[in-house]
């Protein structure tokens, strides 16, 4: 159940309705849930090094996404936040986040130099673009 920009505990529908656990002022949403799942192309571009990167080894040293009014994501198996600091964070929902996004910090070597976008908590998630700083090993 995610009513009014939260996640609310699960509920069993019975006769044909279900009863949530508070009041809800805005909007419900009840149905299963499932887990989002996005891996991109891997990288394949003309090198200074070969004709193209494929078989080299590759590093994404920069994820930058471009996000329209998502609740939770995870990039790579790190999960980012659109929460601040201030005396108004308690008692409200997590805030839904518009706008860009920069991922820095990434770690690892592969042949691929993928993205995975995933989701581990309730909530809506629109990725509209995403773009990578790939950095190509010897």
Do not use: H
């Amino acid at each position: 159940v995610y009513a009014d920009e939260s996640e609310l505990a699960t509920v069993t529908p019975s006769g044909g309705s279900a009863t949530v656990s508070r009041s809800v002022t805005d909007s419900c949403e009840i149905g299963l849930w499932f887990q989002p799942y996005f891996k991109d192309l891997p990288v394949d571009m003309p090198s200074k090094v070969a004709a193209t990167t494929m078989g080299r080894l590759l590093n994404v040293s920069e994820i930058v996404l471009r996000l329209y009014n998502t609740a939770s994501i995870v990039v790579n198996g790190k999960k980012l936040s659109f929460r601040g600091f201030g005396s108004s964070l308690l008692d409200v929902a997590p805030p839904q986040f518009t706008g860009i996004k920069r991922i820095l910090g990434l770690r690892g070597w592969d042949y691929t130099a993928q993205m995975t976008i995933t989701q581990e908590d309730v909530g809506p998630l629109t990725v509209l673009a995403s773009s990578k700083v790939i950095i190509q090993g010897n």
